[in-house]
């Protein structure tokens, strides 16, 4: 008998299935995901589909198909010749956020100092970052700071320096899950952007590509975060993990406040100067929070490696690898691989002395009492308008825009006192961000009531 050959699927049924609520195969969505890649059907086209998402959402077998389809739609990265257990974190954006600059030394060097019978370190973490999107900051932007940091290495490149150093930072390549550039940059113009599937499909198809062991995610809710509500962050972290379990990584979600910037600085060599402060055992009190959460963090990623027995037990090591200086020397082994200057970094060097900002000014405060709330995305929107994030894509960045947080939530806080220094090339740049600070902080005479730092953890549902 001869063998039938399958129905051709058009975009066009896909979109009309989608639209009307009935389920997608597995066989659909593929073809339209390769027919976006080959470029087969038109910008509309893809554009419905999108909109049709957000409405009518996805069930758990749609999404797990959009995901697998935008991981296999171009290059992904096999680390299965290293034999090790490879594992990353994922932020879901924040203002101040620069936990992987220190995550990604303290696992490194955790795995350098256990390593397989090959000689591989035996945890390893293939870190593929974004840049600065909306209000939030980027690690690649942050990383480009130090001179000749190289984030485009090839794959075999990238394989290098995690058999040598335990970790490395790039960014995503053209050929590396290129149906999530092509989807990513419609949604951006078609009102797309935040469907917690469309995100989950978006985020974790570039997490899979990395061919990971365990994937610890941290998801952001308050008013720095993408999503609008604490629900709608909750459900996205569910998404996730559901979808990082089907594939076979154990993926853990922890729900994480984000009501004001992380740490002491926000922008980008400030914050590589951060984190490097804190690996020289320099630790600032305004940088307590980034260091609670980056050992948290990181506490998981070594428990589901199977180098700590608990979670809790985890971040107490990590916090060991930091304070040893561990931490580090593993930082500088990967900046050096990554063709990156460490002059500045070592001995006496001090990192303030590099990207010094030609202007700079203060928000101070205008009446005494406790700093009791502020809209986070905006401060995030601020530090963007100094120069730190871009208009459009493709835009420069400044290296030394930023912002010094001198106060935290909850602090007792007196009249004149300065609440953030804020830091530009130009004075220009300086005037629109200081208003935009001083009418979000907000000064009471009672102190706020806060949340904790980790809200909640989601794990596999049994
Ligand atoms: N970050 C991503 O990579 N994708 C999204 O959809 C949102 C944030």
Known sequence: ????????????????????????????IQAFVQAGVDR??????????????????????????????????????????????TVDKHSTGGVGDKTSLLIAPILAAAGLAAPTPEGVPGICVPMISGRSLGHTGG?????????GFDTQLSMPRFEQVLRQCGAALIGQTPRLVPADRILYGLRDHTGTVESPY????????????????????????GSGAFMPTYALSKQLAELMVATGEREGTRTVALLTSMEEPLGRFSGN????????????????????????????????????????DTPVTGAALADEILTCGAAFEAFLEIVQAQGGDISHFEGEANPADFHQPAATTQLLAET??????????????????????????????SAAAGIEIHAKLGDRIQSGQPLVTLFADTEAQLAEPLAMLRATYKITPEPPTLHPMIREIIVKKD
């Open 368 to 397: 005494s009492g406790y700093l009791s709330s502020m809209d986070c995305k905006e401060v995030g929107w601020a530090v963007q308008r100094l120069g730190a994030g871009r208009l459009k894509p493709g835009d420069p960045v």
């Open 40 to 85: 087969t059907m038109t910008e509309a086209q893809i554009a419905a589909f999108l909109m049709a998402v957000y409405f009518q959402g996805l069930n758990p077998a749609e999404l797990a198909a959009l995901t697998k389809a935008m991981r296999f739609s171009g290059e992904t990265f096999d680390a299965t010749p290293l034999k090790t257990f």
């Open 198 to 221: 469309l995100i989950t499909a978006s985020i974790m198809s570039k997490k899979l590509a990395e061919s990971l062991n365990a994937l610890v995610l941290d998801v952001k809710v």
């Open 269 to 308: 060599w400030c914050e590589v100067r951060e984190c490097v402060d804190i690996m020289k055992q320099d630790r600032h009190p305004m940088s307590a929070d980034l260091i609670r959460l980056s050992n948290t963090l990181a506490g998981w990623m070594l428990y589901l490696a199977d180098h700590a």
């Open 139 to 147: 690690t690649l932007d942050k990383l480009e700071t130090i001179p």
């Open 1 to 28: 008998m001869k063998a039938l050959m399958p129905a051709p699927i058009h975009p066009i049924d896909v979109i009309l299935h989608k639209r009307n609520g009935q389920p997608l195969s597995d066989a659909e």
